[in-house]
Nanobody, 126 residues
Framework: QVQLVESGGGLVQAGGSLRLSCAAS????????VGWFRQAPGKEREFVAA????????LYADSVKGRFTISRDNAKNTVYLQMNRLKPEDTAVYYC???????????????????WGQGTQVTVSS
């Protein structure tokens, strides 16, 4: 089983940057695919980015492509989401998720992720 804890959220002006971190427990973390999702008030949780177990494969939502970068350091059991050129529409609670089924491939399908963190708030002011 994997436990996930996000950090790094906060308030930032439009055009600014933030880096989210997701610390994972468990010695087999490198076998898990990971993803970042977000949920804005009144909206469904949506896919942001994903990385395979090794980090060699990545996938991004069109809305963040070219602005966000997902990476992972398996030696530290940590996943990162570097967010640049932030926009007010990026405001949401960001969740880290892990999947046993996605160690090699990547997916934006929320139901494939078994483990979820509690989320961290990102607010982008205009």
């Amino acid at each position: 089983q994997v436990q996930l804890v996000e950090s790094g959220g906060g308030l930032v002006q439009a055009g600014g940057s933030l880096r989210l971190s997701c610390a994972a427990s468990g010695r087999t973390f490198s076998r898990y695919g990971v993803g970042w999702f977000r949920q804005a008030p009144g909206k469904e949780r949506e896919f942001v980015a994903a990385a395979s177990g090794s980090g060699s494969r990545t996938l991004y939502a069109d809305s963040v492509k070219g602005r966000f970068t997902i990476s992972r350091d398996n030696a530290k059991n940590t996943v990162y989401l570097q967010m640049n050129r932030l926009k007010p529409e990026d405001t949401a609670v960001y969740y880290c998720a892990g999947s046993q089924a996605l160690g090699i491939v990547v997916s934006s399908t929320r139901t494939l992720y078994d483990y979820w963190g509690q989320g961290t708030q990102v607010t982008v002011s205009s």
